[in-house]
């Protein structure tokens, strides 16, 4: 799973002693990995219509993922909703800006 370092927080009693903290070489910052997001699709229930919740990928399990194209495209549906939990609004203006 690719998480963007502000997102990542520590695990209170975990020992990241073997965690790498440089870049492999060859694993510049032009190979660093955009973001992407995913969709969680809400069923309609009695007195609410279904929705679309648009995530940051990791926030919520999901098959596949969105490039920042189809993400924005996904968020201009009807219903449409960025989830606020992983802030994916903000984390898709950063990529497209």
Known sequence: MWVPPAQAR???GV??????TRRLSGDGPSQERPPAW???YLPHRPGHPGATLLHVVGCTPSD???T???ALAALQQPRAAACIECDAARSLTTEQG
């Open 68 to 70: 920042g194209e189809e």
């Open 15 to 20: 020992s990241y002693e073997h965690v790498p």
């Open 38 to 40: 995913t969709l969680q």
């Open 64 to 66: 596949r993922t969105l």
């Open 10 to 12: 520590p695990v209170p």
